[in-house]
Nanobody, 124 residues
Framework: QVQLVESGGGQVQAGGSLRLSCEAS????????MGWFRQAPGKEREFVGT????????EYSDSVKGRFAVSRDNAKNTVYLTMNSLKPEDTAVYYC?????????????????WGQGTQVTVSS
């Protein structure tokens, strides 16, 4: 059974940093792109960042570019989201997801496995 388990969420002041982790129980982890998405209260889920199966390609939403970074350790079946210069508008539940293919994608339809989410709250 495939499981994605996020950790590392919490509350932080504006300007602070957090690192989220997502450990995946997938044998084909390195053959799948991994993505991070988020959903704020009353809003639709939105794309945050993605990384290819090899880790050689990344893509970010404009709202987090230059502040967030996605990385992965295929030996540990884990993907990370490092978040710097956090803003109150970054407050959301953050989800990691595993794609069907190794190509990085910002489309949630490309992802067929999702974690349960971890709350990130940024106070001003």
């Amino acid at each position: 059974q495939v499981q994605l388990v996020e950790s590392g969420g919490g509350q932080v002041q504006a300007g602070g940093s957090l690192r989220l982790s997502c450990e995946a129980s997938i044998r084909t982890f390195s053959n799948r792109a991994m993505g991070w998405f988020r959903q704020a209260p009353g809003k639709e889920r939105e794309f945050v960042g993605t990384i290819s199966g090899s880790g050689g390609s990344t893509e970010y939403s404009d709202s987090v570019k230059g502040r967030f970074a996605v990385s992965r350790d295929n030996a540990k079946n884990t993907v990370y989201l490092t978040m710097n210069s956090l803003k109150p508008e970054d407050t959301a539940v953050y989800y990691c997801a595993a794609a069907r293919r190794p190509l990085a994608s910002n489309r949630d339809a490309e992802y067929n496995y999702w974690g349960q989410g971890t709350q990130v709250t940024v106070s001003s």
